[in-house]
């Protein structure tokens, strides 16, 4: 399995903006495509975005399309989600997520998940 480690939460007030990084290790990471999910208290883990192998092609969960991009840089092994306009309700520890060799959309749609990272808190205060 990859190992998946993020970094970047932290506290904002709405309207501002965050970027998270997630660094793998342990595996090709090109094979890998790679998403992030999110966590609020109380309730269900949900999908936030994914990106293919290559970064060809992007996917979004609704809530936060238009605000959040999700990019890879394949050479250092890393992920990235910008988090624009945050709102209250982003509020939420974030996961990085990887699948071998799976499409966006298969993340996103059939949470097409091998590996985990530990999370990182993103609070964000009215």
């Known amino acids: 399995q990859v190992q998946l480690v993020e970094s970047g939460g932290g506290l904002v007030q709405a309207g501002g903006s965050l970027r998270l990084s997630c660094a793998a290790s342990g595996r090709t990471f090109s094979n890998y495509g790679m998403g992030w999910f999110r966590q609020a208290p109380g309730k269900e883990r949900e999908f936030v975005g994914a990106?293919?192998?290559?970064?060809?092609?992007?996917y979004y969960a609704d809530s936060v399309k238009g605000r959040f991009t999700i990019s890879r840089d394949n050479a250092k092994n890393t992920v990235f989600l910008q988090m624009n306009s945050l709102k209250p309700e982003d509020t939420a520890v974030y996961y990085c997520?990887?699948?071998?060799?799976?499409?966006?959309?298969?993340?996103?749609?059939?949470?097409?998940?091998?590996?985990w990272g530990q999370g990182t808190q993103v609070t964000v205060s009215s």
């Open positions: 997520a990887a699948g071998y060799r799976t499409t966006a959309q298969a993340m996103g749609v059939h949470r097409s998940v091998d590996s």
């Open positions: 990106i293919s192998l290559t970064g060809a092609s992007t």
